[in-house]
């Protein structure tokens, strides 16, 4: 009678901690937090790829405990509406493009002022040096956290109509970024800057409500503007680079559940960065070459003639305190 009953015990016992077992199981492998990430470019664009391998390392180093869900094509909202959300943790991270992020963060216009570094090698030995660590410590002005820098290479003018110099420019409907620093560049340049969110330029070119637009090889080659826009003026005029950025709640957030998991954060959104930066050299690259292929008209400028542009643009420099003027200087020595 003895074993009957002890085995009768023992069958309760195992029914009533297996579902415990598998359920603790389970609690071990939920994540504890899922982090939004908003980028308004398209999921095969070098930013979402890196924002994509942000998540899988994140994911990997944290064992499934932090995750990050990536948004892009501006799903969560245009650029400063998706900052502006970031300031106050509506949505926790976001790659930022400098040119909407300068209104936003006082003083750091002066890493994006136009022919300001010679080359991609020249504005790399700034963010990676004391200046770009620095302005991401400070990224706490902005009311945001700074973690990592992209790239998004030099930004030329296009236009529906053909231009070849500086004096073509003059009094063109331009599309500009949400921008201060952008308005001022354009308005030296003799053209007239509307502000204009990127998801809307497309029909703005088509419709002629503007002349032209300024951006990135790949930016102009994913949003089809080479379609309304044919001219493209090589000018390079301004190098804006991209901020990866955390907004302090989520920062909190991770921080309250385990301080390692911030380092772990901060670490991959570099490694990111780092990945983002081969992936764009070579979309630059393939954007030009689809473009060219597909009938754009692509003007060389000579040396004469971009001395007028950067000419054009010096009364923007002498505008900054001598504060500014300072930092510029190591920039331009850097
Ligand atoms: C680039 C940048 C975007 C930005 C856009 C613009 O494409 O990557 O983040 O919104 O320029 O001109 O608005």
């Known amino acids: 009678m003895k074993k009957p009953y002890l085995a009768a015990v023992f069958l309760l016992l195992l029914a009533l901690l297996l579902p415990g077992c598998a359920l603790e199981e389970e609690e071990d492998t939920l994540p504890l937090l899922i982090l939004r990430y908003a980028d308004n470019q398209p999921e095969d664009y070098p930013t979402t790829k890196a924002a994509e391998y942000f998540a899988q390392l994140m994911e990997e180093r944290t064992h499934g405990k932090i995750l990050i869900r990536v948004y892009p094509n501006g799903e969560l909202g245009d650029e400063n509406r998706v900052l502006e959300q970031v300031q106050f943790g509506g949505i926790d991270i976001a790659r930022i493009s400098m040119g909407t992020l300068s209104d936003y963060y006082p003083g750091i ?3 994006a002022l136009p022919y300001l570094y010679d080359d ?3 504005m790399w030995r700034v963010l990676d040096g004391e200046i770009g660590e620095e302005f991401l410590a400070s990224s706490r002005q902005a009311d945001v956290i700074g973690l990592s820098w992209f790239d998004a290479g030099a930004r030329s003018f296009y236009t529906r109509e053909p231009i070849t110099c500086l004096e073509d420019l003059a009094g063109l409907k331009i ?3 949400e921008s ?3 308005q001022r560049m354009v308005e030296c340049l003799g ?4 502000k204009i969110q990127y998801g809307d330029v497309y029909s703005a070119l088509q419709t002629g409500k503007i002349d032209g637009a300024e951006n990135n ?3 102009y080659e994913s949003t089809g503007h080479f379609e309304a826009a044919t001219y493209f003026l090589r000018d390079e005029h301004s190098r804006l680079p991209e901020m990866q950025v955390i907004s302090t709640v989520a920062l909190d957030k991770i921080a309250q559940i385990d301080e390692d998991y911030v380092t772990i954060l901060k670490e991959c959104a570099k490694e990111c960065a780092l990945y983002e930066r081969e992936l764009w050299k070579e979309r630059e690259v393939e954007a030009e070459e689809r473009v060219r292929e597909l009938g754009v008209t692509v003007t060389e400028l000579s040396a004469e003639e971009l001395e007028k542009f950067r000419e054009a643009v010096q009364p923007l420099y002498d505008s900054y305190p001598e504060e500014d003027q300072r930092i510029i200087d190591q920039i331009r020595n850097s």
């Open 109 to 111: 216009e002066v890493l």
């Open 120 to 122: 991609a090698d020249h």
């Open 175 to 177: 599309r500009i970024q």
């Open 180 to 182: 201060d620093l952008m």
């Open 191 to 194: 053209a007239v800057p509307l």
């Open 217 to 219: 090889w790949p930016s």
